[in-house]
C-alpha cells in the first residue's frame, strides 16, 4: 500500500511532465487557453468595473485602474510570450502570469466596490499553477492565496465591528477549497500528460513497426500485392512491379488489376479468396501480347477486420516459377556436382592404368596396325584424362589455383576460324558479319575454350535473331586500358528482368527444352583465364540488340604474321 509520502514524492517526481515539451503540444494549447482566460477575466473586470461607475455605485476609480493594468499584462503575456512551463519555485515567470493574478485579485478584494466579492477569481491562478506547474507550485498558490484572505478578514474585521469569527471561517474554508482544488487539478493534468507520454511511446513504436515491415517488403525477391475488394491495388513492392509491369513501364500504387487483361487471372483469384473467404493457391500464366508468357506461383491470404470496422484487403504473394524451377535445378547440380567429382575420381585410377598398360604393350608392338589401334587408345584416354580434369574443375570438388598463364593465342585469327567453321557447319553465313579489330594482339585463353566459348554464344544468338542479313554480329578491338574485348550481338528481343538477374546461374533458361548450362559454362571458363563475361542491350547499325561480351587479359604479342582481319563473312 503506498503511504502519503510515497504518494507526494511519485507526484513530485511526476511534476515535470510538462517541462520538455514543444510549442504545439498539449501544454503549448493548455498554456494559450489559460493566457486566453486570462485575458476574458480581465476585459470582464474592465467592463463590470465601468458599470459600476456608470450607475454611481462607487466613486473609487483605483478598481478601473487596477482593472486596465491587470487587462494590459494579460494581453502582453498572451502575444508576446512563449509556453514554458513554471518551475517549482515562485521564479519569474511564475510572477508573470500566477503572481499577477493573485496580486490584482488581492488588489481588488481589499478595494471591493459596489459590494462585489472577488474570491472565486482566485481560482484562476490556483488551476493554472496546478495544471501548468508542478504539485510544489500549486500548494503555494494555494497557500498564498489562503494567507491573502486570512489577512484581509483581519483587516476587514478591523475596520468594521461585528462577528469576525465568520469571515476568519469563510477564509479558512475558501483556502481549503483552492487547496483541494490544486490537488485535483493537478492529479489529472498529471494522469493527462502520462497517457500522452505513452499514447506518444505507442505511435513511435508503430511508426517503427510500419518501417520495418516496409523495410522488409522491400526486400522480398517474392512478389507482394495488397488488393481490396474492387481490385485496387493498395500496394506493391518492386519484386511485384518487376513481374507485373514492362521494364519502362514501372508503375506504383495505387492501380487496377482490370487494367490490364493478362492480369485477369490475378484478379480471378482475388475474387475467389473474397468469396470464400479462405486462402488460396494456384500457378497461373500471365499473357502478355508482344512478350513471351509469364508463369507464377500465387498464394492469397485475407487480412479481414476482427469486429467489422475496417475493409478485408487481399494480400497476394507472387513467385516466378522460373526461378523456383531454377532454384531445384541447382540444388540438383550441387548434387550432381558431387557424384560427378566422385565418379570421376574413381575414373582417374583406372584410366591411369589403361595408360600405362597401352604405353607398355606400344613398346612390344612391331606391326603399324596395332601401333596405329595404340595411339588411338593413347589419344582417346587423354580426352577422357582431358574431360576428367574439367568435370573436377566446373563442379568445384577440388580447389584449384587459377589456370597458369601458359596459353596464349592470336584473338582474331582465332575468332575468324571458329566463327567461319560454325557459318559453315549452320548455314548462317549470310546473317552473320565479322569484325576484327584487334590485330597483333594475344590473349590468355586456350584455342579449344574460347571454340566452346563462341560456339556457345553464336547458338544463343542464332535462336533468337531475326532472320534478316547482318543480324548477328561477331566483334573485337582493343579497349583503353588495354585489355581486349570480344563481343557477340544479335537484334534479338530485350531479355526480361528476372532471365536477365540469372543469366549465368546454371540450370536457368527461357526455354523448358534448353539445359540452362551453356552461359554458365561460359562464365566458368571466363573466370578459369581470368576474364569477365557479361550482357547489355545495345545497338548497331541502328537496331538495338542483345550483346554477350568477353573482356580478355591480354598477353605479350605472339610471334607470326596475323592473317588481318575483315568485315564479313565469305559466303
Not at 277 to 287: T, V
Amino acid at each position: 500500500m503506498t503511504t502519503p509520502s510515497q504518494w507526494f514524492e511519485t507526484a513530485e517526481k511526476a511534476s515535470g511532465a510538462w517541462e520538455f515539451e514543444p510549442e504545439f503540444s498539449s501544454f503549448g494549447r493548455l498554456w494559450r487557453v489559460f493566457m486566453t482566460a486570462r485575458v476574458a477575466t480581465a476585459g470582464v473586470l474592465v467592463v463590470l468595473q465601468a458599470v459600476i461607475h456608470a450607475l454611481g455605485n462607487s466613486s473609487n476609480r483605483w478598481p478601473v485602474a487596477v482593472c486596465i493594468a491587470y487587462l494590459c499584462a494579460t494581453l502582453a503575456v498572451r502575444l508576446w510570450a512563449q509556453p514554458r512551463p513554471p518551475g517549482r519555485t515562485f521564479d519569474a515567470h511564475w510572477l508573470a502570469t500566477i503572481g499577477v493574478d493573485v496580486i490584482t485579485f488581492s488588489l481588488l478584494e481589499f478595494l471591493q466596490s459596489g459590494g462585489i466579492n472577488y474570491t472565486p477569481l482566485f481560482a484562476l491562478p490556483v488551476l493554472l499553477s496546478s495544471i501548468l506547474g508542478p504539485i510544489l507550485l500549486a500548494f503555494g498558490t494555494a497557500a498564498s492565496v489562503t494567507l491573502l484572505l486570512l489577512v484581509d478578514a483581519w483587516w476587514t474585521s478591523l475596520q468594521t465591528p461585528g462577528d469576525f469569527n465568520a469571515r476568519f471561517l469563510q477564509a479558512g474554508l475558501s483556502g481549503s477549497g483552492f487547496f483541494l482544488v490544486a490537488l485535483l487539478a493537478n492529479q489529472l493534468a498529471l494522469r493527462l500528460a502520462r497517457e500522452e507520454q505513452r499514447a506518444k511511446a505507442s505511435q513511435s513504436a508503430a511508426r517503427m513497426q510500419t518501417q520495418v515491415n516496409e523495410l522488409v517488403i522491400e526486400a522480398l525477391t517474392d512478389g507482394v500485392l495488397v488488393v481490396d475488394v474492387n481490385g485496387v491495388v493498395r500496394s506493391a513492392n518492386p519484386a511485384s512491379r518487376r513481374l507485373l509491369f514492362m521494364r519502362k513501364a514501372i508503375r506504383n500504387a495505387p492501380f487496377m488489376l482490370a487494367t490490364e487483361s493478362a492480369w485477369q487471372p490475378l484478379a480471378d483469384l482475388m475474387h475467389q479468396t473474397f468469396a470464400t473467404q479462405s486462402p488460396q493457391e494456384a500457378d497461373i500464366r500471365l499473357e502478355f501480347p508482344a512478350r513471351s508468357a509469364r508463369r507464377l506461383h500465387v498464394r492469397t491470404r485475407l487480412a479481414a477486420s476482427q469486429n467489422g470496422t475496417h475493409e478485408s484487403l487481399c494480400v497476394m504473394f507472387l513467385e516466378d516459377l522460373r526461378e523456383m524451377e531454377a532454384r531445384v535445378r541447382t540444388e540438383k547440380m550441387a548434387a550432381m556436382g558431387r557424384m560427378s567429382a566422385a565418379v570421376a575420381h574413381e575414373i582417374r585410377n583406372p584410366l591411369a592404368a589403361i595408360s600405362q598398360a597401352n604405353a607398355l604393350l606400344e613398346e612390344d608392338l612391331q606391326d603399324a596396325g596395332h601401333r596405329q589401334l595404340t595411339a588411338l587408345v593413347s589419344q582417346n584416354a587423354q580426352r577422357l584424362a582431358k574431360i576428367v580434369d574439367e568435370v573436377l574443375n566446373i563442379s568445384r570438388a577440388q580447389e584449384q589455383a587459377p589456370a597458369p598463364q601458359t596459353t596464349m593465342l592470336m584473338l582474331d585469327d582465332t575468332v575468324a576460324q571458329i566463327a567461319t567453321d560454325w557459318a559453315s557447319q549452320t548455314g548462317a553465313a549470310q546473317r552473320l558479319g565479322v569484325t576484327l579489330n584487334a590485330a597483333q594482339t594475344s590473349v590468355w585463353f586456350e584455342a579449344e575454350h574460347l571454340r566452346r566459348l563462341m560456339v556457345n554464344l553464336l547458338d544463343n544468338a542464332l535462336r533468337y535473331a531475326s532472320a534478316s542479313a547482318h543480324s548477328m554480329e561477331v566483334a573485337t578491338r582493343v579497349m583503353t586500358g588495354g585489355e581486349v574485348r570480344l563481343a557477340v550481338w544479335s537484334d534479338g528481343q530485350p531479355l526480361e528482368a528476372t532471365v536477365e538477374t540469372h543469366l549465368f546461374e546454371p540450370f536457368f533458361s527461357s526455354e523448358s527444352r534448353s539445359s540452362g548450362l551453356g552461359l554458365y559454362i561460359c562464365r566458368e571458363l571466363c573466370e578459369r583465364y581470368g576474364a569477365l563475361i557479361g550482357y547489355q542491350r545495345v545497338a548497331r547499325h541502328a537496331t538495338e540488340g542483345n550483346e554477350f561480351f568477353v573482356i580478355f587479359k591480354p598477353a605479350p604479342q605472339l610471334l607470326g604474321t596475323p592473317r588481318g582481319s575483315f568485315d564479313t563473312m565469305p559466303a
